[in-house]
Nanobody, 125 residues
Framework: QVQLVESGGGLVQAGGSLRLSCATS????????MGWFRQAPGKEREFVAGVSRRGGVTYYADSVKGRFTISRDSAKNTVYLQMNSLKPEDTAVYYC??????????????????WGQGTQVTVSS
């Protein structure tokens, strides 16, 4: 079993930055694809960013490309999402997720077996 706990959310003004952390425990996730998703009120959960098993390959949604950076520290069993130049439309609950089976990063939530409880990010205009 894998447990994921997100932290680092909060309220920030447009143009500001936040760094989200996803601490993992239980089974090691060093061989898992890791992803960040978000869900705004009334909207479906959407892919934000993902990182490959070894951390060498990253993928981003077009809406965050150039502003967000995903990274993983296997020694600390932690995945990060650095968010810069935040916009009001980035407001959502952000979730960390782990995919133990697929070889590459997937954008569909259905491929991820483990999820954290989410952390709220609110960007004011």
């Amino acid at each position: 079993q894998v447990q994921l706990v997100e932290s680092g959310g909060g309220l920030v003004q447009a143009g500001g930055s936040l760094r989200l952390s996803c601490a993992t425990s239980g089974r090691t996730v060093s061989n898992y694809v890791m992803g960040w998703f978000r869900q705004a009120p009334g909207k479906e959960r959407e892919f934000v960013a993902g990182v490959s098993r070894r951390g060498g390959v990253t993928y981003y949604a077009d809406s965050v490309k150039g502003r967000f950076t995903i990274s993983r520290d296997s020694a600390k069993n932690t995945v990060y999402l650095q968010m810069n130049s935040l916009k009001p439309e980035d407001t959502a609950v952000y979730y960390c997720a782990a995919d133990p089976f697929r070889a590459g990063v997937g954008a569909s939530p259905s491929g991820y077996d483990y999820w954290g409880q989410g952390t709220q990010v609110t960007v004011s205009s």
